[in-house]
């Protein structure tokens, strides 16, 4: 991940790049409540600071309540979003996944309770760890892969696992695993003879017509696929989300549209699909359920470098919402449960919004440093060829900080402003969506600490 005078050149990058918008609405609720004005007047400040771009699509009772889009598909060739412009969709292909194995074990091909040894002798405890555990994150296996090791030309998933404790014993503890994903993917090929990609189309994306939908080994293979984007400099106030490792297939692949999203949406919540949900009220696939405004709602949401998904159902209210978005900041955090809020006409109060991004001056870098961040450890804020940075040094993660007025940065993926207080204390305030603001302290941290 990468991350004078304020006016002229801010009104002027602005004017220059201005957040394209368009909108399709068929339909709006009865009475004073218009969606499509009520999201446009909490989004639009936040795409006008190019920190949301992207495509929001809203349905109710099966009918489209409106179709928003903000910013561009191609942010160097100002290309707009259209009605079928796809977006990663990370982690929502695990529902694909999950529906995939449990399709297979009506063929027969697939049992549940097959332990992996079953379908993979040759990871060395596969014989601890049955499917259904892989399948709701209780095997105890690995969050994810280090990027060094994906880097490798010859990896080998199961040669580096069988080198890996287990992180709990099977079945004991809830232990979210991306990798656990791919080797249902991995499974699901062994017994069909089919690569991933030609599975899902056959059982899932065929079937329901999904035809602004595919699994990738990269998000911009796709037809129409907008391209990735991250907070960068001016004149453009961003850039290339640049990742050139492939996405793995199962836990990550779907590239998709809004559109498709609902549609995928509408087929796991009527069980249409596979059923994703058990009978004790649990879920595989990554469904999340909750409460929200006195409702059952369910989500699913995802994110890969450069993109991010997410699709709201609320059945009470026959409501779907849906996003996919070509620049991962911190809009996308809990935007779908913000949107459902706008739906039901609940009031959210607006986005804070970041100041426009400026040039940079020795007032900003005089912010540079290493600091103790509450949550993610010694970090370290250092100039590089195009500008400030923020280094977590505990993952090598890497954001680029926009400079705003007054000698202020803002780590633009949390909405984080970074600045000195009239004691000279360097200070943080995090802004993200539907949450009250939270100010701490970036204490400094000297040499000797190291």
């Given at each position: 991940?990468a ?19 368009s909108?399709?609405?068929?339909m ?7 969606p499509?004005?009520a ?8 795409a006008d ?15 489209l309540?409106t ?6 598909a191609?942010?160097e ?11 990663g ?40 760890i049955?499917?259904?555990?892989v399948?709701?994150?209780?095997a105890?296996?690995p ?10 030309p ?7 696992l ?5 992180q709990?014993q ?7 695993s991306?990798?656990?994903y791919?080797?249902l993917a991995?499974?699901c ?8 990609a ?27 696929a ?9 004149p453009l ?12 297939q ?22 249409q ?8 009220g ?8 909750n409460?929200?405004a006195?409702r ?27 996003f ?9 955090l ?12 609940n ?25 103790q ?6 970090v ?25 007025a007054?000698g ?15 004691n000279?204390?360097v ?24």
């Open positions: 991940m991350h004078s005078s304020v006016g002229v050149l801010a009104v002027f990058t602005l004017l220059l790049f201005p957040s394209a918008c909108t399709v609405s068929t709006q609720s009865t009475g004073s409540h218009q499509t004005s999201i446009e007047a909490y989004l639009r400040p936040v600071v190019n920190d949301f771009s992207g495509v929001v699509r809203v349905e109710k009772g099966g009918k309540v179709e928003l889009r903000f910013g561009y191609d942010w060739n100002q290309t707009p979003h259209n009605a079928d412009t796809r977006f969709a990370g982690s929502i292909t695990k529902s694909m996944t999950a529906s995939l194995v449990l399709l297979l074990e009506e063929d027969g091909l697939i049992a549940r309770n097959d332990r992996l040894s079953v379908f993979l002798p040759m990871y060395t405890q596969a014989n601890e049955t499917v259904a555990q399948l709701e994150h209780t105890g296996l969050r994810d892969l280090p990027p060094s090791a994906r880097e490798m010859d990896f080998d998933l199961l040669s580096w069988n080198e890996q404790p287990l709990s099977p079945g004991e503890e809830y232990s979210y991306n990798i656990g791919d080797i991995m499974i090929e062994a017994v069909s003879g089919k690569s991933y030609k599975l899902v189309d056959e059982y899932l994306l065929d079937p329901l017509d999904l035809r602004a939908s595919s699994i990738e080994t990269h998000v911009e293979n796709a037809p129409n907008a391209k990735g984007y991250q907070p960068g400099p001016l106030d961003v850039q290339s989300a640049d990742f050139p490792l492939a996405m793995t199962g836990s990550e692949g779907l590239v998709a549209s809004p559109a498709d999203l609902i549609t995928w949406a509408r087929a796991v919540l009527s069980k699909s596979a059923h994703l949900f058990e009978a004790d649990s879920f595989i696939g990554s469904v999340r359920v409460e929200q006195g059952t709602v369910y989500r699913l949401q995802g994110t890969t470098p450069g993109y991010g998904s997410a699709v709201l159902m609320g059945p009470s209210d026959d409501l779907y919402i849906a996919g978005s070509n620049l991962e900041t911190y809009s996308l809990g935007l779908e449960r913000v949107l459902f809020e706008i739906a039901i006409s009031d959210t109060g607006g986005a804070r919004v970041r100041k426009p991004t400026t040039v940079l001056e020795d007032t900003h870098r005089d912010l540079v440093g290493t600091y961040h509450p949550r993610f450890g010694p370290d804020i250092e100039e590089r060829l195009n500008g400030l940075y923020l280094l977590v040094r505990s993952t090598g993660w890497k954001f680029y900080l926009s400079p705003t007054d202020e940065l803002v780590f633009r993926f949390f909405n984080t402003r970074i600045f000195r207080d009239e000279g204390t200070k943080a305030e995090q802004s993200l969506l539907g949450a009250e603001p939270e100010t701490f302290d970036l204490a400094p941290l000297g040499d000797s600490a190291w």
